[in-house]
């Protein structure tokens, strides 16, 4: 089974901080994927990427980046935390092309105070 | 971009089927629907995903009207473990690399004892 693991569960961080989201994937998939949950809104697309060193843009990028230095790791990156991003972070990965489906990990659930 | 409509939420007593609608009517030739679930403080879960023709695994069975802009997600024998949140997904390409899921809010089923 495809495993995806996400560093913490839970995360406590203070406003203007840098904080770091790890996301590591055990099935040499090429793509990986950075959501956010937020109560009402499902989920967002942060940022993907489609290869090592490639990364894209999803939906709301704003206040966030991405790294992707190897293929099993792909890192988010709020560059200086704020409250509204107090939210669930989901990250997935998916082999390249085809139709199969996308690999969650569990989610950190990061608090901003 | 093909969106998805779901009830919002949706009660089935243990042990009866549960039939989850979804509505994809601007589903391109080309895009599978995909079904997942998220239990609360996980993941989404991978169920079972298709393209025209009626699909079932051991969670579920998957049922696509002809014209494709439908789909109903069927659990046979609903347990209180099945509560959670469903998601119906239909997938777009992502510069041919791969597939991009867009999450709407779900119907939250209750399974009742």
């Known amino acids: 089974d495809v495993k995806v693991t996400q560093s913490s569960r839970y995360l406590v961080k203070r406003t203007g901080e840098k904080v770091f989201l790890e996301c590591v994937q055990d099935m040499d998939h090429e793509n990986m994927f950075w959501y956010r949950q937020d109560p009402g809104l499902g989920l967002r697309l942060i940022y993907f990427s489609y290869d090592v060193k490639m990364k894209e843009k999803g939906d709301i990028p704003e206040g966030y980046s991405v790294s992707r230095e190897k293929k099993e790791r792909f890192s988010l990156i709020l560059e200086s935390a704020s409250t509204n991003q107090t939210s669930m972070y989901l990250c997935?990965?998916?082999?390249?092309?085809?139709?199969?489906?996308?690999?969650f990990g569990d989610g950190t659930r990061l608090s901003i105070l | 971009d093909a969106k998805t409509t779901q009830p919002p939420s949706m009660d089935c007593a243990e042990g009866r089927a549960a039939n989850l609608p979804c509505n994809h009517s601007t589903i391109s030739g080309n895009e599978y629907v995909y079904w997942y679930r998220q239990i609360h403080s996980q993941g989404p879960q991978y169920i079972i995903h298709?393209?025209?023709n009626n699909e079932t695994n051991e969670m579920a069975s998957l049922i696509i009207t002809e014209d494709r802009k439908s789909s109903t997600l069927i659990l046979p024998h609903a347990t209180l473990r099945d509560t959670a949140v469903y998601y119906c997904?239909?997938?777009?390409?992502?510069?041919?690399?791969?597939?991009?899921?867009?999450f709407g809010t779900g119907t939250s089923l209750t399974v009742i004892p």
């Open positions: 997904i239909v997938s777009s390409k992502v510069r041919g690399t791969g597939n991009q899921f867009y």
């Open positions: 298709g393209l025209k």
């Open positions: 997935a990965s998916i082999v390249k092309g085809g139709t199969r489906p996308q690999h």
